[in-house]
């Protein structure tokens, strides 16, 4: 099932009073120590374009809309779940998994700017 | 042994023993490691502590090459991202290192498998890494052979079994992301090692460790390791500056001085323009990343230093480039390939800047370099938004981070140059405070021709002082491996299809090729086994720079396999 972009963004925007944002935003300890500086911002700052640009960029170049060491991104045929997967999971030797340093919506604002790309 | 053995008591004998058997090894492994030429052995990751990657065998000639054969190979398990290692030899034992920190002991003549290590390593972690789980190479003294790994850590291996000797944990990786790919380098009783650093928020540290037992002698951050350097990080922006040190120095015995390179700060793009100074993520010069510095390798101090690029805002690394020790009209000089293309020729005494000169032809992150002070003329520092034109070079460099090589038969200086430039977006990102298992990049970039014609590499043969082009090969594609000169008149360049080629050191003629099926990103060196001499190339492509290729160059990239390798060693037929 592929979430409609109203839908991505919607999420995207209400994230910031989802409750395990909260927690995202909690002092780092020892477990949560890879929580990015994102998350501890202020809680209407989950900006997918900035993230992407921080950490994504590096591979995935233009912005995600040209192909370089990671595939071109925009006007992407994958699922919305095959994404978010591929970006918790990663994949051996070609892209790094963040499932444990991205939380749930920054993950989802992150798909949200992925699908608002232009060519 | 025996005979003292059975004529002195037990302690003295042993003593006695001990330095009869160990100071002629010893002094010999001195003056192999000083030496400029390796000869029978390939003893540490640039040949020597000159680091001329340049073999004194001369049995394989332009007379001769034509019956070049490959003798054997060698398959590594886990071959992720190819192989990008530098092998060692060393009696006649061919040692090598592959993904995953794996270790192989082979017979140099026949390649039979003589022993084999594989780590444990944190499988988690490694999933997470975006510079991984490649190795780039080894270190061997005192009996040991010694590893870095991914997750963290420095292990010692016995040379002759391959059973572990002690395995010490360096890096609190889960917390850093990162962890170690590049070789150590041993000097005298320690074994030095940087961490990868550069993009990911942390302090990139060097460290000192005693090579017997295992333990930490000392630690040096490139990243604010002074009072002086701290007072270059405006915000306290060193406590996630980036640095590291992820390939090996060089070590001059005269002055008993390490050198070393370091990464880029963090993030590699910076939003503040011309006010880098006093704004932007990261305020100031960023003492000690992307520069050369100079090491006591029993303390760790610092003795002196040059930053090549003062606040970094290009990913321009000082870490690539070999350290080229050479004695030229009474001065003692160290020449240092910075991956901005610029090549640094230095005074070996004070790191005082003696020449700057340009390896590749599109650059544009200045206007110069002042070849006499080493100072930035027309910096091009970006602002937030599109930069109106291409940066030059590309963020993969006008040199990557494998090894050119020095003859001191021809006195050429034999380098690979990478011709590409980017298209850039400088993004005003967050500030990060505190270390974390996240890249720190501020910009969206894509890879593009430069303004004189296609993407495109090229080795050329240089006076290594004046820069002066003796002569020089054109590749479509950069190769991204290391060169070998050797006392044959020979300059092998392994390249990034698969083909080996072996130019004339002295005019650059193509006297030899042969196609290994996959594309090159590692370390080729030259040894002897059994009277023999030998060439050692291992294959296997996956580099992050490596990556760059299919958008850029399409086929045979984008079906090149990125999880195989091969170590291809040949010799002359008889």
Known sequence: ?119 | MAYYGRHLGGGIALAVAALLMASPVHAQDAAALNAEAAQNDWPTHHGTYKSYHYSGLDQINPGNIKNLEIAWMHFPERATRGLQSTPLAVDGVLYYSGSYSRVYALDGATGKTIWAYAPELDEELVAKQTHSPYNRGIAIGQGNLYVGTVDGRLIALNLKTGKPVWDTKLLDSKKMTVGFTGAPLVVKDMVIIGAQGGEWPGRGPIFGVDGKTGQKKWEFFTVAGTEEAMATWGNDSWRTGGGGGWMPGAYDPETNTVWWGTANPAPLYDWSGADWKKSGPRPGDNLYTTSVIALDPDTGKLKFYHQELPHDAWDFDSAVGEFVMIDRGGKKLVVHANKSGYIFVYDRSNAKVENVWPLVKNINFVKSIDPKTGELIGRRDLSEGKAETPLCPAIAGGISWNSGAYSPKTGLYYRIGQEWCQELTVEKTTPILEPMAQLNIGAQFKLVAPPDGPARGHLSARDPVSGEKKWEVTYKAPPLASVLATAGNLVFVPDAEGVVHAYEADSGKEVWSRNNGMGHNAGIISYMAGGKQYIAVPAGWGSLVADEFVALFGEPYKSMPKNTGALIVYTLRQ
């Open chain 1, 1 to 119: 099932m592929k979430l409609p972009i109203v839908i991505v963004a919607s999420l995207a925007v209400l994230w910031p009073w989802h409750p395990s944002r909260v927690a995202a935003e909690q002092p780092a300890t020892a477990g949560t120590s890879n929580r990015p500086a994102q998350a501890e911002a202020s809680p209407d700052d989950i900006n997918g374009e900035q993230m992407f640009a921080t950490t994504c960029g590096f591979c995935h170049q233009n912005g995600g809309r040209s192909a370089g060491r990671g595939p071109k991104l925009s006007k992407s045929e994958r699922s919305d779940e095959y994404i978010i997967e591929r970006i918790k999971k990663g994949k051996a030797g070609a892209m790094p998994a963040f499932g444990a340093v991205f939380s749930d919506g920054q993950i989802i604002a992150i798909l949200a700017y992925i699908r608002g790309l232009d060519d």
